[in-house]
């Protein structure tokens, strides 16, 4: 129901609102099946991923690896001798990475693509109606003939207990992958993904970095072996690692002596920032970034329109269609569902959310048997996930863990990386190890982790194991090339057939 004010109702067939990787995806496969589509966009077309957070701090963690790997081998480790990072190299190329924060280039692939782009804020107004709030408050109407999709993401979560939390202006990923300068003294909390590469990239360019870790163990969600490697990596890099450790209060203080008049407000000049430790300790940096953990961006998108709590993460079928709204027509893709907090997964479901909206605008059946063509199966047996630390952790599927709460009968396999020819040519000295996860009753792989310097490439192949179920019969058939750190495979099988 629309008042006289409102504005004119514009029909499209597909309502995107976000324009992550996700998004764009959704919008991409139905506007290539002819539906008329529209993405919705309150900041830059190309998400979190694109400007803080995959391409930015890859961009930064590249050349900590081409650094590592050259001085890993003798003979190449003379030719760069014991050179340090040229910090404002780096910084350059992450910024030609993270497009200079424009996202022209990102516009115009909409325009060839046949996608409209509104700009503006994007809220559900009730079935099918999205409005969008443009900066300078104007605001439209779309009205949806057969699907919204909601690919909003996720935001950085900061604990609300702190005392002085806010007022020390923490880092959170958006200023960490995106800093113009170095800093000098870095504490970083929270020992999961963000935390560790993070901690690796800044220590890599010359900051003194403190990783403030709760619990005992970096990576918890993976095999213990990859965090255990990864503190070993860290410590490697002169991180200061320290577990255990809770921080209770932050004051941030204009730096006693540097320029700038007595109690001047510290956001105008050099100021530093102390963290208060659970132990009582102190510790003061001038930089603190939380890396501590993820919610989901549905706060202010109108759910409260459609009977579902604003808030919270969105709750969808394998099809990506939302539960508990009626009709079928609105589905959430990528961070906002909680499924996998990965761009891939994120666009693969993507994938999936475009073809069922094409199948019901075409009044075709879903399959959403496991594995169809309208299923994220791969979401719960199979997302692949790479840490791009020192050494680099790589990892599909299932631990060892999972799998036995899941009740599974499993057996694990490992094998020492650093023992397999490949890897020893790789590097001299290379550390690293390889797990798989056997389901003993269906004689097939449920998960693999390797952990070492350039395994994120040999991830692939344990994917398309994992995923395609193959039946180790035949992976033993399956021939990885001499002397490649993939060669670790035959070890691997050979433990599955014993
Ligand atoms: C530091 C860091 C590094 C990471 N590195 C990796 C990596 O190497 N590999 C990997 O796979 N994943 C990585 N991730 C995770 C990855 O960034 C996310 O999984 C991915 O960005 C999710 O994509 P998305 O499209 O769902 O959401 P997003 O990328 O968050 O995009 C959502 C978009 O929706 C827009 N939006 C939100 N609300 C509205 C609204 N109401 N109206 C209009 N627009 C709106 C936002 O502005 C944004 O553009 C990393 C994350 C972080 C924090
Ligand atoms: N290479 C990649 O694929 C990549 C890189 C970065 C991020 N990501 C994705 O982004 C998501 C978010 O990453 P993240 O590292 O922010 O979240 P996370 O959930 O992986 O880790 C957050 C960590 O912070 C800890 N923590 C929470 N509250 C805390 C507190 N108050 N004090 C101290 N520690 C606290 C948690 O115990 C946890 O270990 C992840 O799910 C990940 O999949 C992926």
Redesign the pocket.
């Known amino acids: 129901m629309t008042s006289p004010q409102s504005p004119a109702p514009e029909e499209f067939d597909v309502i995107v609102i976000g324009a992550g990787p996700t998004g764009e995806n959704v919008a991409d496969r139905t506007a290539a099946a002819g539906l008329r589509t529209v993405i919705v966009e309150s900041e830059l077309v190309g998400g979190e991923c694109s400007y803080w957070?995959?391409m930015p701090?890859?961009a930064l963690l590249r050349p900590v690896a081409a650094l590592a790997d050259a001085r890993a081998v003798a003979g190449s480790r003379e030719a760069v001798g014991g050179g340090v990072l040229d910090a404002a190299a780096v910084l350059a190329r992450r910024d030609s990475f993270a497009s200079h924060w424009q996202d022209d280039g990102q516009v115009r692939w909409l325009r060839d693509t046949g996608i409209e782009l509104a700009r503006g804020h994007g809220r559900l107004a009730g079935e099918r109606q999205v409005t969008v709030e443009s900066e300078d408050g104007g605001e439209r109407l779309l009205v949806a003939r057969h699907a919204v999709a909601i690919c909003t993401g996720?935001r950085?979560?900061?604990?609300r207990?702190?005392a002085g939390l806010a007022d020390a202006r923490p880092w959170t990923?958006r200023e960490a992958t995106g800093a113009p300068a170095v800093p000098r003294r870095l504490a970083v909390?929270?020992?999961?993904?963000?935390?560790?590469?993070l901690a690796t990239a800044w220590r890599a360019l010359g900051s003194e970095v403190v990783l403030?870790?709760?619990?005992s163990a970096?990576?918890?969600?993976t095999e213990p072996f990859a965090g255990e490697l990864v503190a070993d990596g860290l410590r490697d890099l002169g991180v200061d690692l320290r577990f255990g450790t809770?921080?209770t209060a932050l004051e941030r203080r204009a730096v006693p002596g540097a320029d700038g008049p007595d109690g001047a407000d510290p956001a105008e000049g050099p100021s530093e920032v102390t963290l208060t430790l659970g132990d009582g300790g102190r510790l003061t940096v001038d930089e603190v970034l939380?890396?501590?953990?993820?919610a989901p961006r549905t706060a202010d998108v109108g759910l409260e329109q459609v009977g579902l709590h604003p808030g919270g993460w969105l709750d969808v079928d394998d099809s990506c269609t939302v539960l508990g709204v009626d009709g079928a027509w609105l589905y959430a893709a990528g961070?906002v569902n909680h499924r996998?907090?990965?761009?891939h997964q994120g666009k693969y479901q993507a994938r999936i959310t475009g073809a069922a909206i094409v199948a019901r605008a075409q009044a075709r059946p879903l399959d959403t048997e496991r594995w169809g063509a309208h299923a994220a199966s791969a979401d719960s047996a199979g997302a692949p996930?790479?840490?791009?630390t020192q050494p680099e952790v790589a990892a599909v599927g299932l631990t060892l863990d999972a799998a036995e709460r899941a009740g599974l009968r499993v057996k694990a396999i490992d094998h020492d990386l650093g023992a397999v020819a490949g890897a020893s040519l790789y590097g001299d000295d290379y550390r690293g190890r390889a797990r798989v996860v056997f389901d003993l009753d269906r004689e097939v792989l449920v998960g693999a982790t390797f952990v070492g310097p350039g395994v994120s490439e040999l991830l692939h192949s344990a994917t398309i194991a994992v995923v395609g179920e193959v039946p180790i019969d035949r992976l033993w058939h399956a021939v990885p090339a001499y002397p490649t750190i993939s060669e670790v495979w035959l070890r691997l099988l050979e433990g599955c057939r014993g």
């Open positions: 957070a995959c701090s890859k996720s950085p979560v900061l604990p207990d702190v990923n909390v929270g020992g999961g993904v963000v935390g560790v590469e403030l870790v709760r619990g970096l990576l918890p969600r809770e921080v939380y890396a501590t953990g993820r961070d996998a907090l990965l761009t996930q790479v840490v791009f």
